[in-house]
């Protein structure tokens, strides 16, 4: 053979050799990850995100309209008996939160939360909706009674 030329490897050969084995079943992917955590893997030229190569390969083809639900809740992970397909609703009612990256939110646990971040109560009469957001009426108050004296303090004229 030509110096610089070899034979391509099969992707699952490659694609075993970038997983280690974890006692609590997952395969963390120990290659490429990108910013939401989640592996990435070459085959023929194409990138792939490393969990739907490993459920592709191992159980199947992702049916339509689904995405891949990690049930341990691993990002890293490219367990197939760690991943099921479910739809985009499932996946986010079964979520944390959007604790895997922080600018996603969840309606579901989100909806379930009954004190703002200050501790006061989520109820009828505390409760202020706008652009379909829940937001607390005493910490709104606060805020805006924070933003008029900021305004006087720097000589600006009351509205």
């Not at 699952?12 to 990108?34: H, M, N, P, V, Y």
């Not at 030229?45 to 341990?72: M, Q």
């Not at 895997?100 to 009828?124: D, E, I, M, R």
């Amino acid at each position: 053979m030509p110096s610089g030329v070899y034979e391509r490897r099969p992707a699952i050969e490659r694609f075993l050799e970038k997983i280690e084995r974890q006692d609590s079943g997952c395969w963390f992917w120990t290659a490429a990850i990108q910013n939401m955590g989640y592996g990435l893997f070459n085959v023929g030229g194409r990138k792939f995100l490393a969990h739907r190569f490993a459920y592709e390969y191992f159980k199947g083809t992702i049916p339509d309209g689904c995405e891949l639900d990690h049930l341990c809740r691993n990002t890293n992970c490219v367990s197939p008996n760690h991943l099921e397909a479910v739809t985009h609703a499932e996946n986010n009612r079964r979520g944390n939160g959007g604790g895997f990256h922080p600018t996603l939110t969840n309606a579901v646990s989100n909806k379930s939360k009954t004190h703002c971040p200050h501790g006061h109560p989520y109820n009828k009469e505390n409760t202020y909706y706008w652009n379909n957001q829940r937001q607390c009426r005493i910490c709104r108050k606060e805020h805006r009674q924070q933003l008029r004296q900021r305004r006087i303090n720097n000589g600006y004229p009351q509205i």
